[in-house]
């Protein structure tokens, strides 16, 4: 059986294949004097979409439902451990891309639990060369380096404490949830 992650590459080089089918039919078309500014405006189009192209795998559902056990055995499971950390409870509360990228180096990229204050979207910040993409956390990876790849990871569990006001502003507290008395500590942090 053929990996998700093989489809990804396979997906990836059959649009570097119509890249290059397409120049050289535009070559063609330029040999036999058949290029005029229609087909240029076409063929520009079309290599633009397939340029700027992404595929994006967003996993989403409630805490505890095994999106990093999923992630881990899609992207990770060549390592022979578990890469992306997962436990019990609430192990990613923020918004975490795991980006690969053939222009760019491998990186995960973390949208601080402080942004969900603004009046701006997941979506907002997501915009590159936008206002709201200046507060993502780029965190290498290699991904040659199971080491490496645990010690960058880790950075998705980082937790910061804050009292039961500002939590409740995240929409991670409320006093009256019946899970709400284990998240507060000794020093009445959450």
Not at 2 to 10: D, Y
Request: one cysteine or more.
């Amino acid at each position: 059986m053929t990996s998700l992650a093989h489809q990804f590459e396979q997906y990836g080089a059959w649009r570097t294949g119509v890249l290059q089918s397409l120049a050289e039919f535009q070559s063609w078309l330029q040999q036999y004097d058949l290029y005029d500014a229609t087909a240029d405006d076409r063929v520009q189009r079309i290599q633009n979409v397939l340029k700027s192209d992404r595929l994006k795998v967003a996993f989403i559902a409630e805490f505890s439902r095994g999106k990093s056990e999923l992630i881990n055995a899609i992207f990770f499971a060549d390592y022979g451990r578990r890469i992306l950390p997962s436990s019990a409870g609430r192990t990613t509360m923020c918004p975490t891309e795991l980006r690969y990228d053939e222009a760019e180096a491998p990186s995960i990229r973390l949208l601080p639990i402080e942004t969900r204050l603004q009046e701006a979207s997941t979506a907002d910040f997501m915009e590159p060369g936008a206002a709201g993409s200046s507060h993502w956390t780029t965190v290498p990876l290699d991904p040659s380096s199971p080491e490496g790849m645990l010690a960058a990871f880790q950075h998705v569990v980082e937790t910061t404490r804050v009292t039961p006001s500002v939590a409740e502003s995240l929409g991670l507290y409320h006093e009256n949830d019946p899970d709400a008395a284990w998240s507060v500590d000794a020093d009445g942090m959450v």
